[in-house]
């Protein structure tokens, strides 16, 4: 079959629709990889770059690949952010934040009380995950951590379901729905002061992609987990044997199904990138689903393996300045919500279920059952 490329009207072509990069698209990943790891994708305005080797390039290289550009999406939602900033601004915005969220390690108490708490009052037998433990926990350690107001989890769910469809929508080259601007002015005049550094929308802006990028993660990351363990009989015991792999299971879940799948630069100069031709203001997305299923440094890369050797090499966090400031906090929320969850007996899933989306990767749902 023919492929695309943006800039060699010979090349072959391809055709890849966003339905197929929404559902199932490992395996339109597997073969991109193999056959143009660097590929001109018109559904995307953009290339998609498979590989792992050439991904760790574009995320580390920002003087070439940067995110800087008013196509960002995020920024489009919710304004300028160290997410869409390089060099010294993308400096100023994070640093008044890093140690809001490290190290992860002090929240340690206030994730477990919260991770029981919601355990608890989950009804008896039955819950759906993401809603009844993974959302409430994500907004509750996420408003503890930047010390906002308290706030309604309903609210701020709804909040952040809106942001998180707009910013997806705009990956997607949809136009952006008036709710994801309505959800971030709604979070705005819940700011009350600035942070050191940064004037008050500023503050709102990076409080904003901190907040629902925190709850995006730590939601995905979580749904993932127990779906990949319940679904996997052999390491589900082992890890009911030995809690201490729970660590490598929250790593191996992410390496399989990332929770934010892609992310996107913008090249600052004309570049040759894994054979492709890139020019300069080209939109490039790095696929961190597939740059982690790259067999050339995950072996058997399709299977669930707490015991890979390798495993923190994946790519889920990033790579880089714009490596997540939150990632130890959300690992440990992983991995306290997995750790309780399986203290309930003959836990599973009361249904198949696999994850979706472009941009931000999770499973519509996720039932579980257990004996009360």
């Not at 994708?41 to 760790?56: F, G, I």
């Not at 800087?68 to 489009?76: N, V």
């Not at 930047?146 to 910013?167: C, F, K, M, N």
């Not at 100069?269 to 961190?288: F, K, Y």
Request: with cysteine; proline share 7%; aromatic share 4%.
């Amino acid at each position: 079959m023919a492929r695309i490329t943006r800039h060699a009207c010979q090349a072959e072509i391809v055709t890849i629709t966003i339905e197929e990069l929404e559902g199932d698209l490992h395996p339109v990943l597997a073969r991109l990889r193999v056959t143009e790891p660097v590929a001109w994708l018109p559904v995307l305005s953009a290339w998609l770059v498979t590989r792992y080797d050439l991904a760790d390039q574009v995320l580390r290289d920002t003087a070439t690949f940067t995110v800087d550009d008013p196509r960002f999406s995020t920024a489009l939602v919710v304004g300028p952010s160290m997410l869409s900033l390089d060099g010294a601004e993308h400096t100023r915005h994070r640093a008044p934040f890093h140690g809001a969220l490290r190290p992860a390690d002090r929240f340690a108490p206030f994730v477990t009380d919260e991770t029981r708490r919601l355990v608890a009052a989950l009804p008896p037998g039955h819950a759906e995950l993401r809603r009844g433990l993974a959302g409430p926990l994500a907004v509750a350690v996420v408003a503890e951590a930047l010390g906002l107001p308290e706030v309604d989890t309903g609210t701020v769910l709804r909040w952040y379901d809106a942001i998180v469809s707009a910013v997806s929508g705009v990956s997607a080259g949809r136009p952006i729905p008036p709710e994801g601007p309505a959800a971030f002015a709604a979070l705005r005049e819940r700011i009350e002061s600035a942070v050191p550094g940064l004037d008050l929308d500023e503050t709102a802006s990076n409080t904003a992609v901190l907040m629902f990028g925190g709850i995006e993660t730590t939601e995905g990351m979580i749904s993932n987990l127990v779906v990949h363990v319940l679904s996997n009989r052999d390491e589900l015991d082992a890890i009911r044997a030995d809690h201490s792999l729970i660590g490598a299971a929250v790593e191996e879940s992410l390496r399989l199904e990332p929770a934010a799948a892609v992310v996107d630069r913008y090249a600052t100069r004309d570049v040759v990138l894994g054979g492709a031709e890139i020019r300069r203001g080209d939109q490039v997305t790095v696929s961190i689903a597939g740059a982690n299923r790259d067999p050339h440094v995950f072996a058997e890369p399709d299977r669930f393996d707490i015991r890979r050797p390798n495993v923190r090499r994946h790519l889920a966090f990033a790579r880089g300045p714009h490596v997540c400031i939150g990632m130890d906090l959300a690992r440990l929320e992983a991995a306290t919500a997995l750790a309780a969850l399986l203290e309930l007996r003959g836990l599973h899933l009361a249904e198949d279920t696999a994850a979706r989306g472009l941009v931000f990767r999770k499973p519509p749902a996720v039932h579980l059952r257990w004996h009360p």
